[in-house]
């Protein structure tokens, strides 16, 4: 396994008592502060036998209030800013922020960039947005993003510097995902290196559930409890035709959480498809003679796909987003054709009814449990920055709210892992074939 250095970076002493009133001991019924040598393993796991002892650098920092903090809240102008794609909860985490640094800390200079990191370009002349508990106060009952979010702008690194320069901010929490967090991690570099005070806090956003340690992204449930929803229309129609299939695709770039999370939830899905585990559509052990077989034996089907499989057949050049996002074939209406296609060729009469409800799922408002989950991320979030910390997402690891350097964060993407046992427990609830490959890899 690769080791990560998961030291977290601070912008220096801290000095200033925290106006958070908590205690310093356990048993007296009161909330207690986070220290610093309070951490967590990065695995639950263990075997026995092994005595390794844990560097810091191998453990994770928890989240929470420090007692002494690095900035004066009545000095600190604090910058939010949301980048990239919709998702469940990104107005959650804004309100959250507000109110904590408002109510908790008393920072009374809060200001919103608009757009994502293209706010901060002086070309697009995009005005900011004051922040207060009164014009954010009920802005989680709503889909999308309070402050707006585009793609790109974050390769802009010197013209984002100068401009925060310029709003004299004092820290900045970036809302997004991967490419969102290089640009954060890009930004606070250049902040290091002309010597500024600024500290650059993120928290991850991805519906797709693919950032790498946390164990779950917001949005991601709320997401889920959405696709269970139209499997369930997709469902109904399948059951209602003789020979009918329901076609659902669902987002998921590169890993298939959302897809293979939805047929756990609903129990009806009969086939789910992902980017991580290969599979032949054709040929005697391919997805349509299962798909078939199916068909012959209880007359319908329900077929999940994410969006990023097939992608290594279908695209024949590679062209990115503004983000820095590989532009993907559009795979949902390729399996569509193609299934169509094959039954076809068989004479057998089928009814194949297809759903795409990428864009009703991630501009919906956050479900309860998500909702409980952006207002303790953004709680962490802003008591990072008031202790001074920089350079690191929050996120939940083992149920314990931790911060994450952004360097080890950005380092790859949480995949569905084939052999383990949510992939497992997939194939348990769905009873498709444990590969649909004509030809079985050599162990």
Request: with cysteine.
């Amino acid at each position: 396994m690769e080791e990560f250095d998961f030291t977290i970076e601070d912008l220096g002493k801290r000095n200033n008592k925290s106006p958070i009133e908590m205690s310093r001991a356990a048993g007296d019924m009161m909330a207690n502060y986070v220290t610093d040598d309070q951490f967590i393993c990065r695995s639950p796991s263990v075997k026995l036998g092994t005595q390794n002892a844990l560097k810091r650098s191998q453990v994770l920092e928890c989240a929470g209030p420090r007692e002494m903090i690095y900035f004066m809240p009545a000095h600190v102008h604090a910058g939010i800013v949301s980048c990239g794609g919709l998702c469940p909860g990104i107005n959650d985490v804004i309100r959250a922020i507000v109110r904590c640094l408002w109510q908790r800390y008393g920072v009374h200079r809060i200001t919103g960039i608009r757009y994502g990191y293209k706010g901060f370009l002086p070309e697009y002349q995009y005005p900011t947005r004051e922040l207060n508990p009164d014009n954010v106060d009920s802005i989680h009952k709503l889909g999308g993003t309070f402050l707006g979010s585009a793609r790109g702008g974050g390769k802009e690194v010197g013209k984002i510097v100068d401009a925060m320069e310029q709003l004299n901010l004092n820290m900045l929490f970036t809302i997004g995902g991967d490419g969102t967090q290089r640009g954060s991690l890009d930004i606070a570099e250049e902040i290091e290196r002309r010597k500024l005070k600024i500290a650059m806090i993120g928290v991850p956003k991805t519906v797709d559930n693919d950032f790498a340690f946390i164990q779950k992204s917001f949005g991601f449930d709320t997401a889920v409890a959405k696709a269970v929803d139209v499997v369930a229309s997709a469902h109904m129609e399948a059951t209602s035709q003789m020979n009918g299939i329901g076609l659902v695709k669902l987002m998921g770039r590169e890993s298939g959480f959302i897809a293979v999370h939805t047929a756990l939830a609903s129990h009806e899905v009969n086939f789910v498809l992902i980017p991580e585990v290969p599979f032949n559509l054709e040929g005697e052990n391919g997805f349509f003679h299962h798909l078939e077989q199916r068909l012959r034996r209880r007359r319908h089907a329900v077929v999940i796909l994410a969006e990023g499989i097939l992608q290594e057949q279908l695209l024949t050049e590679h062209n990115t987003d503004a983000g820095g996002n590989l532009k993907m074939a559009d795979a949902g209406t390729y399996l569509r054709d193609r299934i169509i296609e094959y039954f076809e060729e068989k004479k057998m009469d089928i009814t194949l009814k297809y759903i795409d409800p990428s864009y009703i799922v991630r501009s919906a408002p956050a479900s309860p449990v998500d909702s409980v989950y952006c207002e303790r991320l953004g709680n962490a979030a802003v008591h990072a920055a008031m202790a001074g910390k920089t350079k690191l997402i929050v996120g939940l690891v083992n149920n314990e709210f931790v911060h994450i350097p952004m360097k080890a964060a950005v380092s790859h993407r949480n995949r569905v892992d084939p052999e383990g046992t949510l992939w497992r427990d997939t194939l348990d609830a769905t009873q498709q074939p444990t590969l649909m490959v004509n030809q079985l890899f050599s162990a």
